[in-house]
């Protein structure tokens, strides 16, 4: 649903779950009554349609009147599609026990209670129907530009990266960031990625003319307090939308800790890494899903490893020391997919690199055997690792772990991907792959480990086999 949502939507949307919700109850009488699912209806109580009239037009107003207050109607662009979900879920379990207890003192035997189960699981297949087509109509029209708010950041420090990894992380946010402002000539003049650098705080009123500004969000440190109120003034006199970033004491927002003392606020911080009870609940999950995939998987990986045999000279596996978490280095299992030998020929084929930072990556890379290629589509070169996720030394969800060499090329805030366990999968990958630039890819990284959760593991390994299948962005 668009960040500002017209009124009109609203209206539009809160009619289609009016339509839907009695549709469900008459889908749900033909059920009862015309097909008779598992339990006969008694012929003193086969009532036709019409009694059930007054019980729709007080189950869809007291739907409309709990969705409200569950915030179905409230658009904002943080709210998730699981958000809204829940609500979706919560708001019918409400309505319908409210339903079955007024019924049970009204009229006891008059309705049918199967119809209510019938009726509660058809409204909530119905209305997240509904709310996933209307989430996937909306994805595609931001994929093309369409309903796509133009964001400026100014301040392009620790918070303000921040917002572009969270803007990178999450596209469905609606935002496309035109790139930032900064007064520091380091940062002011060099780009971040697919941001570009737009120069200082001065060049403020001319980039919001020329780049068609819609939104503007500022992350400048509070000591530039009174520096600050003038940039809004600027934005509102040009008649766009500018918002604060609270910078508390320069502190990264994510890092940012809150308690009480008897009701006097304590801020601390917290650790940009994954300990404690999470890396104990993420190394259960690696040994558990990890040790079930390389069991089923060992049949299938002697087929690949007899296929690349049979193509071509070499070893069936590449092993290569990569840098874990903290800096530790370990060896590195691969199906073999080049040729004998590929490594010697890097410097050679550096003309022919596609990939930016520190990566050498080639799409069409001549070095590729016939059965590496599919594999490499497919990722399918990437199953040894899960011995090396047995071991410990990976993890099946997080950032990939790179050879010393290319570590060695990180800047500063690149090395934050390096503070946690390193991954089979994870954001980058199921974020677009090779088609993203390093600098993006980190920006993911980073997000994932300042945001880390079981759920958000769970969500990136549901979403890898598509990407797996499909081969998008994998060369």
Not at 446 to 473: C, Q
Request: glycine letters at 8%; aromatic letters at 10%; a positive charge.
């Amino acid at each position: 649903m668009p960040r500002h949502a017209p009124r009109w939507l609203t209206w539009a949307l809160i009619a289609s779950d009016v339509l839907l919700i009695n549709l469900a109850l008459v889908v749900s009488y033909i059920i009862r009554y015309e097909w008779q699912w598992f339990l006969a209806v008694d012929p003193a109580y086969n009532n036709p349609f019409s009694v059930y009239i007054p019980f729709a037009v007080v189950l869809t107003a007291l739907l409309l009147v709990t969705f409200r207050q569950e915030g179905v109607y409230n658009h904002r662009s943080s709210t998730s599609l699981l958000d809204t979900l829940y609500a979706l879920v919560s708001g019918v379990t409400t309505g319908i026990l409210v339903m079955m207890a007024v019924t049970f003192f009204y009229r006891p035997f008059f309705y049918s209670r199967l119809i209510f189960l019938y009726d509660g699981i058809l409204i909530l297949l119905f209305l997240s129907t509904s709310r996933l087509t209307v989430a996937v109509v909306v994805a595609r029209m931001r994929a093309r530009g369409v309903g796509v708010d133009r964001l400026l950041i100014v301040g392009a420090g620790e918070v303000g990266r921040t917002v572009m990894r969270t803007v990178v992380a999450r596209p469905e946010l609606g935002y496309r960031i035109l790139g930032f402002l900064d007064d520091n000539p380091e940062k002011g003049e060099t780009d971040i990625g697919p941001f570009k650098a737009l120069g200082g705080l001065d060049n403020l009123p001319s980039v919001l003319s020329t780049e068609h500004v819609t939104e503007v969000i500022v992350t400048l440190p509070w000591t530039y307090h009174r520096r600050i109120l003038s940039l809004v003034a600027q934005c509102e006199r040009a008649g766009v939308r500018a918002r604060l970033v609270p910078d508390i004491f320069q502190l990264t927002l994510s890092r940012v800790d809150v308690d009480d003392l008897g009701g006097i606020p304590l801020i601390g911080l917290k650790p940009v890494t994954i300990r404690g009870g999470s890396l104990v609940i993420k190394r259960a999950m690696d040994l558990a899903l990890g040790g079930l995939m390389f069991i089923l998987g060992l049949p299938f990986m002697g087929l690949i490893a007899l296929a690349i045999r049979l193509d071509s000279p070499g070893p069936v596996l590449f092993k290569q020391a990569r840098v874990g978490q903290g800096g530790r280095v370990f060896q590195f299992y691969k199906f073999r997919s080049m040729r004998q030998g590929a490594e010697e020929e890097q410097e050679r084929l550096k003309c022919m690199n596609e990939a930016t930072g520190p990566l050498f990556k080639i799409k069409d890379d001549p070095r590729m055997t016939q059965v590496g290629r599919f594999l490499r589509r497919m990722s399918l070169d990437e199953l040894p690792q899960l011995y090396n996720i047995l071991r410990g030394e990976m993890s099946l969800v997080g950032p990939r772990p790179a050879p010393p060499a290319e570590v060695a090329q990180y800047q500063e805030w690149q090395k934050q991907r390096l503070q946690a366990p390193q991954g089979m999968t994870g954001l980058w990958q199921v974020s677009g792959r090779s088609d993203l630039t390093f600098d993006e890819g980190c920006l993911l990284d980073i997000f994932y480990i300042e945001n880390y959760s079981v759920a958000l593991d769970i969500r990136i390994l549901l979403r890898t086999p598509p990407k797996v299948l499909f081969g998008r962005g994998a060369y």
